[in-house]
């Protein structure tokens, strides 16, 4: 379990279902003790990952900084992929503040609305995340 705290409310992510043997990892986000939304970590090959953000309001970077450790440190990926409907400006601006680069277009991708490719290397992020890591790992245990 990791926690922090943005405007005084504390966030906490709970590694809800992990299995070596299935190349998924869901973990839930709550505030106050309430569930509010989940990361899923997906399509793991090795050296990349997908992440799939449900809720509102649950990206902020506290949040996002120990998802990234995650997917970059114990994972060990070189990157992490993402998939944003192209209408959906709010998680684009929030992915591309967070250090996501547009990397493409599926057409169509859900139904008849297209979606926008997303990715973060490693080494595009790790200047933010590892300057706080001995307090994701001390929040870890």
């Known amino acids: 379990m990791m926690s922090g ?4 409310r504390r966030e906490t992510l ?22 509010i939304g989940a990361a899923i970590f997906n399509n793991y090959d ?13 990206m902020f970077r506290g949040v996002f900084r120990a998802l990234a450790f995650y997917a970059f440190d114990q994972l060990m990926c070189e990157r992490v992929s993402a998939t944003v409907r192209v209408e959906n400006v709010r998680m684009l601006n929030i992915a591309e503040r967070l250090g996501f680069k547009r990397e493409g277009l599926i057409r169509k991708k859900y139904g008849d609305a297209d979606a926008v490719i997303l990715g973060l290397l490693k080494e595009e ?3 933010w995340i590892w300057h706080n890591e001995r307090s994701i790992r001390a929040n870890a245990s």
Do not use: M
């Open 5 to 8: 705290s943005q405007n005084g």
């Open 14 to 35: 709970v590694f809800a279902a992990w299995e070596r043997s299935t190349p998924f990892v869901a973990v839930g986000v709550t505030r106050d003790k309430e569930l």
């Open 46 to 58: 090795g050296s990349d990952v997908s992440l799939t953000v449900v809720g509102r309001g649950v």
């Open 125 to 127: 992020c790790k200047k």
